[in-house]
């Protein structure tokens, strides 16, 4: 894939290049803007040539087209970069979106790392000196209007995440390369650009690793946003030599700054949650003493003798023998005493699990076979 491309209008096609690019064609007027933008690494595409291009580079494995700040197609006489996987961003956009996409995967990678909690010092930062010229070059006349703009401030703001433990997280795979391979899964399933983002970035890479082998407790990670590329300014210049665009001289060192305080559970606290989570999937009767607990705890607000209720339990247990093939030995017992039944629900208030399910069944119910 380039690195840096730009695609230029059918209108510069008039003849075949002298300097002998064979997919390039242009009039000699722009000879030397094709042979600068070149010697500067950008590759050349002319409008004629975007469908074929784009089938061409089509991401086969996951049949998704390259996309050109979000969109699907690009726009002409635009600087583009690619960052990775899909994305190509134009010069403008390309440090605010890497920014994005770097903020978004780090949350995401904490959520599945065991953060309990996430302050954000955002601060926007603008010194700048900045000197654009709009070069309009129609008939070999031109026209240039020239604005120069200096530019100092900054402001703060904090913003604060915080994580529960109702999910499952990967801290504690076997080693680090399953844990990626379960990353990579759970990444993919919302966009195939994150993982390969997370491939080309060694600041999330290390802080992964970090977390997964030395379970670090808190961590401090720091991104910022620099515009300043002269490649970029290269190219600009060069457009608006020859009337196709704006020259923008910016000295802007950072725009924007962020720094994330990152604060994990501790290991026992997510051990015990990732098991109970483990459980939880294998058991049923372990997911419905949760719902048990919960529904006591909120009734106990409105009426405080109330003992909580079995009867999604007790249903469970029915069908836990017909799935055993003892139900008949259940009824049979059910039938021996009216009250036999009330007192299998009263048990259904201590079952934790499949073990406590088998354990009182075997207690009331002679010859029962589980």
Request: glycine share 2%; net charge negative; hydrophobic share 30%.
């Amino acid at each position: 894939m380039f690195q840096y491309i730009i695609f230029l209008p059918n209108s510069l096609v008039l003849k075949n290049c002298i300097l002998g690019y064979s997919n390039i064609f242009c009039c000699s007027k722009y000879v030397n803007l094709i042979e600068a933008l070149t010697k500067n690494g950008i590759e050349i595409k002319k409008e004629s040539d975007i469908n074929d291009w784009l089938d061409e580079n089509m991401n086969s494995e996951y049949n998704e087209n390259l996309t050109f700040d979000y969109e699907n197609r690009p726009e002409l006489n635009k600087l583009y970069i690619y960052l990775c996987g899909t994305l190509y961003f134009s010069a403008e956009n390309y440090t605010r979106y890497r920014l994005n996409l770097e903020k978004d995967l780090l949350l995401l990678i904490c959520g599945n790392l065991g953060a309990k909690e996430i302050s954000v010092e955002e601060q926007r930062l603008n010194r700048e000196e900045h000197s654009a010229k709009l070069n309009l070059n129609v008939e070999n006349v031109n026209t240039e209007i020239e604005n120069t703009k200096m530019n100092e401030d900054s402001s703060k703001n904090e913003l604060k995440e915080t994580y529960s433990l109702d999910t499952k997280t990967l801290l504690f795979e076997k080693d680090r390369d399953t844990f990626e391979t379960e990353l990579f899964k759970k990444l993919q399933s919302i966009s195939i650009n994150y993982k390969e983002y997370y491939n080309i970035c060694s600041k999330l890479k290390i802080f992964a690793c970090k977390r997964f082998d030395l379970r670090m407790n808190t961590y401090s990670y720091h991104l910022e946003q620099e515009s300043k590329n002269e490649k970029i300014r290269t190219a600009k210049l060069l457009l608006s030599n020859y009337g196709l665009g704006i020259s923008d001289t910016n000295n802007t060192i950072v725009n924007f700054s962020y720094n994330y305080n990152i604060v994990f559970y501790n290991n026992d606290e997510l051990f015990f949650y990732n098991k109970l989570i483990d459980d939880t999937k294998k058991d049923i009767f372990v997911k419905l003493r949760r719902e048990y607990v919960i529904n006591k705890k909120m009734n106990l607000r409105t009426d405080l003798n109330w003992g909580g209720d079995s009867t999604e339990i007790l249903k469970e247990v029915e069908e836990y023998t017909k799935r055993k093939n003892t139900f008949n030995e259940l009824e049979k017992w059910y039938n021996e005493d009216s009250k036999n039944r009330g007192e299998l629900e009263e048990k259904c208030h201590y079952i934790k699990n499949e073990i406590d399910t088998i354990k009182y069944l075997k207690m009331l119910v002679s010859n029962i076979k589980l």
